[in-house]
């Protein structure tokens, strides 16, 4: 790999805590940091070293400890240099403008994640874990990243992308050998692999869709008739009088949304108008808005007047049904519906809850808050924050992941199809597909625009 240029940024700064970090990569980073510290003994590898930070003029910009790593055994697999001195902001700029000046370069967001990737020091997957475990938000989503990073998730992958190798092995000896007698297309050798890799393909996608949740939250709508108890509902998620309550049909006309969390999940919360037809030109365009929300859903809270249930059920099930493929002719996300049966006072049934063949159902009492906590414990287990979370191993995961994820599936699906009907050439083409889609995950196959569109969202220094 060429020679690159050597970087600076500010890695951290935290003034109330009296921390700051500059961090150096590349191959001037250690005769920078030495001439900066003006400092005649070169830096010994892995030893802290007290140190003051000079300017051009020779005055003290600062003091603290300078950390040297050398090339490969580092983040970047570069030789690196830590400086870390007071977190004031000031005095951190003052010692990268003097990194600047002898010779330095400031970072681009993510480089410093970026180079380590190219370096061969963390694959595509672990890289993005970097800058999920600096933005995780809860307990859950900081272990999911901490796992991603060391190699959980890219494991997965791993280990889905070795079946598939298998597979391809198989067909593509089938093409190689046409003559002879044995049809190795109906092997049952053959079927084997091809369940094992759409098993391991089904709990991958399960597991990343869990952990995208973890790292963007869970987006939760909550969709009904009117005066269903949705509005209601929602303050008492909230906390706050967030939706006007009233008892006259049709109140809520726009969608309302709020940022909550319950037990260190993040739910944005989407409150719709009620479903039905109307006449009126503005809750009509409530309810375009409200069936638009539901596209969009992690989980959609069904809320139903337990006074008439079923009759609620069916008409919800029409307004919440989705198409077969998406504009692009793929198979759309069906968002997990969630059954909510209000006014449960009135029919002696609250904090009930049951499992059926149509979904979770669960009766509560909003006014009184019976049933929340059971309401609670089912949005923590849809955000992949539930109890036994940890048990499963559960990783980080962003919406490209899934998507590259799904893209494979596609192609898997396409491929068993042509091996039905023996047509061996076009089932190994799906199945090269298939493969080339879970390398986008892991950085196997990569472009120039999708690493920058990845780095470019990390913060500087990272």
């Given at each position: 790999m060429s020679e690159r240029d050597t970087i600076v940024a500010v890695a951290t700064a935290n003034g109330a805590a009296g921390i700051g970090v500059v961090r150096l990569s590349g191959p001037r980073a250690k005769p920078i940091a030495e001439a900066l510290c003006a400092t005649e003994r070169p830096f010994v590898a892995r030893q802290a070293r007290y140190a003051r930070f000079h300017d051009a003029g020779g005055e003290v910009i600062d003091d603290g400890l300078a950390i040297a790593f050398d090339a490969p055994r580092s983040f970047t697999g570069e030789?690196?240099?830590?400086?870390?001195?007071?977190?004031?902001?000031?005095?951190?700029?003052?010692?990268?403008?003097?990194?600047?000046?002898?010779?330095?370069?400031?970072?681009?967001?993510?480089?410093?994640?970026?180079?380590?990737?190219?370096?061969?020091?963390?694959?595509l997957a672990q890289a993005e874990a970097v800058a999920d475990l600096i933005t995780a938000s809860s307990d859950?989503?900081?272990r999911a990243a901490r796992r991603s990073l060391d190699g959980v998730f890219s494991a997965r992958v791993d280990e889905l992308v070795e079946a598939l190798t298998l597979l391809r092995v198989h067909v593509e000896a089938a093409i190689d050998f046409p003559e002879e007698e044995i049809d190795f297309l109906a092997a049952p050798e053959l079927a084997a692999r091809l369940a094992r890799v759409e098993a391991l393909h089904g709990a991958l996608?399960?597991?990343?869709?869990?952990?995208?949740?973890?790292?963007?939250?869970?987006?939760?709508?909550?969709?009904?008739?009117?005066?269903?108890?949705?509005?209601?509902?929602?303050?008492?998620?909230?906390?706050?009088?967030?939706?006007?309550?009233?008892?006259?049909?049709?109140?809520?006309r726009d969608v309302l949304r709020d940022v909550v969390?319950?037990?260190?999940?993040?739910?944005?919360?989407?409150?719709?108008?009620?479903?039905?037809?109307?006449?009126?030109?503005?809750?009509?365009?409530?309810?375009?808005?409200?069936?638009?929300?539901?596209?969009?859903?992690?989980?959609?809270?069904?809320?139903?007047?337990?006074?008439?249930?079923?009759?609620?059920?069916?008409?919800?099930?029409?307004?919440?049904?989705?198409?077969?493929?998406?504009?692009?002719?793929?198979?759309?996300?069906?968002?997990?519906?969630?059954?909510?049966?209000?006014?449960?006072?009135?029919?002696?049934?609250?904090?009930?809850?049951?499992?059926?063949?149509?979904?979770?159902?669960?009766?509560?009492?909003?006014?009184?808050?019976?049933?929340?906590?059971?309401?609670?414990?089912?949005?923590?287990?849809?955000?992949?924050?539930?109890?036994?979370?940890?048990?499963?191993?559960?990783?980080?995961?962003?919406?490209?992941?899934v998507d590259a994820i799904v893209r494979a599936g596609t192609h898997l699906v396409d491929a068993a199809m042509q091996l039905r009907a023996r047509q061996g050439e076009l089932a190994a083409e799906d199945l090269r597909l298939a493969q080339d889609?879970?390398?986008?995950?892991?950085?196997?196959?990569?472009?120039?625009?999708?690493?920058?569109?990845?780095?470019?969202s990390f913060c500087i220094g990272k």
């Open positions: 030789d690196v240099v830590e400086l870390q001195g007071h977190g004031n902001p000031r005095l951190l700029a003052q010692v990268v403008a003097r990194c600047l000046a002898l010779g330095a370069r400031a970072a681009r967001p993510g480089e410093f994640s970026e180079r380590a990737f190219l370096e061969g020091k963390l694959d859950a989503a900081l996608h399960r597991d990343a869709a869990r952990g995208v949740r973890l790292v963007d939250g869970l987006h939760v709508v909550i969709v009904g008739a009117p005066n269903a108890g949705k509005s209601a509902l929602m303050n008492a998620l909230a906390g706050t009088e967030r939706a006007i309550v009233t008892p006259i049909a049709g109140t809520t969390r319950i037990d260190g999940v993040e739910l944005t919360l989407v409150d719709t108008a009620g479903l039905r037809e109307t006449q009126d030109v503005v809750e009509a365009e409530g309810i375009r808005r409200a069936r638009a929300e539901v596209a969009k859903a992690d989980l959609v809270l069904a809320v139903l007047d337990d006074r008439e249930a079923e009759a609620a059920m069916a008409r919800l099930r029409n307004e919440l049904a989705v198409p077969s493929t998406t504009p692009e002719g793929r198979p759309p996300s069906q968002p997990a519906i969630l059954w909510l049966h209000s006014h449960a006072d009135l029919t002696h049934a609250a904090n009930r809850e049951d499992h059926r063949d149509d979904g979770h159902h669960l009766w509560i009492d909003t006014p009184r808050g019976i049933g929340l906590d059971r309401l609670r414990a089912a949005l923590r287990d849809a955000a992949g924050a539930g109890e036994g979370a940890d048990s499963g191993g559960a990783f980080s995961a962003r919406a490209r992941h889609a879970l390398g986008e995950i892991t950085g196997r196959v990569s472009s120039d625009a999708l690493l920058g569109r990845i780095f470019s």
